[in-house]
């Protein structure tokens, strides 16, 4: 069974924020662990992932620049790095792990099997 457990928390429009993901369950080493989220009233939406085989990453273009994502592979944990945030940006995040590598690629995310329960991130203005 894997699991994943994120944190997130309230910061100011402009602030920075770290969401870590701790990963089970999973070879983390060739795992692919990817962030989305649910905005008020929108779709949940991929924002990037890695891909620890073969080390890709991917961002959405609406947070290039502002976020990054990186993996500890020694305390098999996740981290999407947001600086510059938005109160666009204010949303519930959501990791996910899948062993496929195709799930994480240079274009883009698709459909993770594993995910954790989310987060609320909330961007003040």
């Known amino acids: 069974e894997v699991q994943l457990q994120a944190w997130g928390g309230l910061v100011q429009a402009g602030g920075s924020l770290t969401l870590s993901c701790s990963v089970s369950g999973i070879r983390f080493e060739s795992a692919n662990i990817g962030w989305f989220r649910r905005q008020p009233g929108k779709h949940r939406e991929g924002v990037s992932c890695?891909?620890?085989?073969?080390?890709?990453?991917y961002h959405i273009n609406s947070v290039k620049g502002r976020f990054s994502i990186s993996s500890d592979g020694a305390k098999e944990t996740v981290y999407l790095q947001m600086r510059s945030l938005e109160p666009d940006d204010t949303a519930i995040y959501y990791c996910a792990a899948d062993p496929l590598q195709y799930v994480c690629s240079r274009y883009g995310l698709a459909d993770f099997g594993s995910w954790g329960q989310g987060t609320q991130v909330t961007v003040s203005s």
């Open positions: 890695i891909s620890n085989g073969d080390g890709v990453t």
